[in-house]
């Protein structure tokens, strides 16, 4: 086999891959679609919110952005491969009907109004019922109006600290090393930090973002969250929990050497037990003890 054979198939076999992947994609979303569009995500399809080997879609949404966006990215999905299927299908006719064997002769029309119209009206059309359900979603979240709890996340190089401004609540949430991981116990490598965030469900939480060095962006796909942390500046969002359990993220902006190593987790539990993890805070010391080992032994700038 000659190099550009070769060059040739591998390139074949890449497009193959892309459109399997994209076909399971679609089919995964297909099986499950019709009933969100009515009804939300079914329970059926709860992922969990780590990633998974062979993962197909987003994770499990359990904030009601969350949904919307994960109904919007369906929607999306299904836009995209009509235009894709309808122009795919339009090549292959003018490929067979329009060939110089098939069609010798060929016409000599340069102008026809109704199909100019037509191929100007539709994308505009496409766009506009893309435009509406979008910025519907940005600007449900971009914020609460009263808000039933705050909490601030600041971004540091490289672990968070988060505050509960009404409640005088302020803590690290430092990342857990690799010997420090209890795999038996469900724990996942590069994701677990030593105190992690616990939040109420079905409540409205603001979050305010800020960070005290770089850049950083605390996410939780789960939630549907992603802001940037910004030094000296504060950004908004809110969210609203639906079920509880336990929520990962990760820093999501470059902000240096240990960038991939600042995990975020949320613990979303019952109002009862928040107010009780409340009370339990207000009580300890902010500083954990062994955070300032912690803070030691990450990378100096
Ligand atoms: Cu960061």
Redesign the pocket.
């Known amino acids: 086999m000659t190099r550009t054979q070769a060059e040739g198939r591998d390139s074949v076999n890449r497009i193959f891959a892309f459109l399997t992947g994209w076909a399971l994609t679609l089919m995964a979303t297909a099986s499950a679609s019709a009933q969100e569009m009515s009804e939300g995500v079914s329970d059926g399809m709860r992922t969990p919110s780590f990633p998974v080997p062979w993962q197909l879609n987003l994770q499990y949404p359990v904030t009601p952005i969350a949904e919307d966006l994960y109904w919007f990215h369906t929607y999306l999905l299904w836009i995209t491969t009509a235009i894709t299927a309808v122009v795919l299908l339009l090549l292959i006719w003018v490929a067979l009907k329009y060939n110089s064997k098939a069609n010798p002769v060929p016409s000599k029309n340069s102008h026809n109004t109704l199909l100019e119209i037509v191929w100007t009206a539709l994308p505009v059309l496409i766009l506009v019922a893309i435009a509406v359900p979008s910025y519907r979603i940005l600007y449900d979240m971009d914020r609460i109006e009263d808000p039933e709890l705050t909490i601030k996340v600041i ?1 540091n ?2 672990y968070w600290t988060y505050e509960f401004p009404d409640y005088e609540i302020e803590f690290d949430s430092l990342p857990l090393t690799d010997d420090e991981i209890d795999y038996a116990a469900g724990q996942h490598r590069l994701l677990e930090v030593d105190t992690p965030l616990v939040l109420p469900i079905n409540t409205d939480i603001r979050i305010l973002f800020t960070a005290t060095d ?4 605390w996410t939780i796909p789960a939630f549907g969250v992603k802001l940037d ?1 910004v030094p000296g500046r504060t950004n908004e969002t809110w969210t609203r929990i639906l079920t509880t359990g336990k929520y990962y993220g990760q ?6 050497i ?2 991939s190593y ?1 995990p975020i987790v949320v613990h979303a539990v019952s109002k009862e037990e928040f107010e009780g993890w409340r009370a339990d805070q207000l009580a300890v010391n902010s500083t954990q003890p062994d955070d300032l080992n912690r803070l030691a032994a990450l990378p100096q700038e």
């Open positions: 971004g190089q490289w770089v850049l950083h962006a942390n820093c999501s902006e470059l902000c240096g240990d960038h600042m």
